[in-house]
């Protein structure tokens, strides 16, 4: 199986580079598996640590509130902007001790928390303090329960 995963990325690569140029000539060919192979080598090259994420079953839940938490904080975000009588939000920064300390894990938690509207991730400091920047900051408990709750329990189940 493991083979079989290795074995899948250069394939994407020379079929992406064939239909890409539209054409399946012997020059085409002999570059895109050349150009797949050595791309592939590279790409090995960047990645030294693995991932080993178990309990996959636990990422469908965390994607279903991720994504209901985007749609609602784009609903938020817009009647924060587009309401010209409130214009009286409160940004501001908050700091959010977690405990994982996988980086694959720390990785999808950055994303989850930027791609969600109204929050930018700013910095993950030296004793492992998430410093989250909040569009419309009304109560600091109520994040950092979000966060450690909602996002980083999961990824920790998945990733440590």
């Known amino acids: 199986?493991?083979?079989?995963?290795?074995?899948?990325?250069?394939v994407y690569l020379f079929v992406l580079w064939l239909v890409l140029n539209e054409s399946a000539s012997a020059g085409q060919v002999a570059l895109g598996i050349a150009l797949a192979l050595w791309f592939t080598w590279a790409a090995s090259r960047l990645r030294p640590l693995r991932a080993r994420p178990r309990r996959l079953w636990k990422a469908v839940p965390l994607f279903l509130h991720v994504?209901?938490?985007?749609?609602?904080?784009?609903?938020?975000?817009?009647?924060?902007?587009?309401?010209?009588?409130?214009?009286?939000?409160?940004?501001?920064?908050?700091?959010?001790?977690?405990?994982?300390?996988?980086?694959?894990?720390?990785a999808m938690l950055a994303c989850i928390v930027t791609y969600?509207?109204?929050?930018?991730?700013?910095?993950?400091?030296?004793?492992?303090r998430l410093k989250l920047h909040v569009l419309d900051l009304q109560n600091e408990g109520?994040?950092?329960?979000?966060?450690?709750?909602?996002?980083?329990?999961?990824?920790?189940?998945?990733?440590?």
């Open 1 to 10: 199986m493991r083979r079989l995963y290795f074995l899948f990325l250069p």
């Open 67 to 106: 994504t209901a938490d985007i749609i609602k904080s784009n609903i938020a975000v817009a009647r924060l902007i587009l309401n010209p009588r409130r214009n009286d939000f409160s940004p501001g920064f908050i700091m959010i001790p977690l405990t994982m300390r996988d980086p694959h894990g720390l």
């Open 116 to 128: 969600t509207p109204g929050t930018v991730w700013v910095d993950l400091t030296d004793d492992h």
């Open 142 to 160: 109520d994040w950092v329960k979000l966060v450690q709750e909602r996002y980083e329990r999961p990824l920790m189940e998945i990733f440590e």
